[in-house]
């Protein structure tokens, strides 16, 4: 399934004039999409916060209900998502993973993406809350998930603080 958004960017320098294309796609061995998420690379200060996407991806395979996406600009997979299609803590569904490579951030490319994927989410059964988690101390996903609409009520799990929507 392939789930696309255009838009007139602010920030994109090279394609500021340009319309450009985000779109999600589902991994597959056909498209050798996957192994282009496993070749993703974070900024040095992220790599902290978040596992390698190999490692979402075979997770993926052992909890089916867990749903990885590879998120394109045009025909290139820049960036990797991931959330779980059954309600869990919270009553809510959750983000379970969302990168972009270190050379397509701050461009506003991670922010369509996640509408993408929050729109996807809105759609399953009784759909009424997403959550995000994350570590306080990581700034960027904390503007992020705030842009978007999510409130810290203040629950916790763990090391990560969980930011919730309500749709």
Not at 16 to 25: D, F, G, P, R, S
Request: net charge negative.
């Amino acid at each position: 399934m392939v789930y696309n958004y255009d838009l007139y960017p602010q920030k994109l320098e090279e394609k500021a004039l340009e319309k450009i294309n985000v779109t999600l796609q589902e991994l597959s061995s056909e498209k050798n999409n996957w192994y282009d998420c496993c070749q993703l690379v974070l900024a040095d200060e992220q790599q902290a916060y978040m596992e390698p996407n190999a490692v979402s991806i075979a997770h993926s395979k052992f909890e089916t209900s867990l749903q990885p996406y590879a998120i394109y600009l045009d025909d290139k997979v820049v960036g990797f998502l991931m959330y779980n299609t059954i309600m869990e803590e919270l009553d809510a569904y959750w983000i379970y993973r969302i990168m972009l490579d270190k050379d397509y951030q701050k461009q506003g490319i991670g922010k369509i993406a996640a509408e993408l994927m929050i729109k996807q989410m809105a759609k399953l059964p009784k759909a009424k809350r997403i959550v995000a988690g994350y570590r306080p101390e990581n700034k960027g996903s904390h503007a992020l998930w705030r842009s978007l609409g999510f409130i810290d009520e203040g629950d916790r799990f763990g090391k990560e603080m969980a930011v919730v929507k309500v749709l």
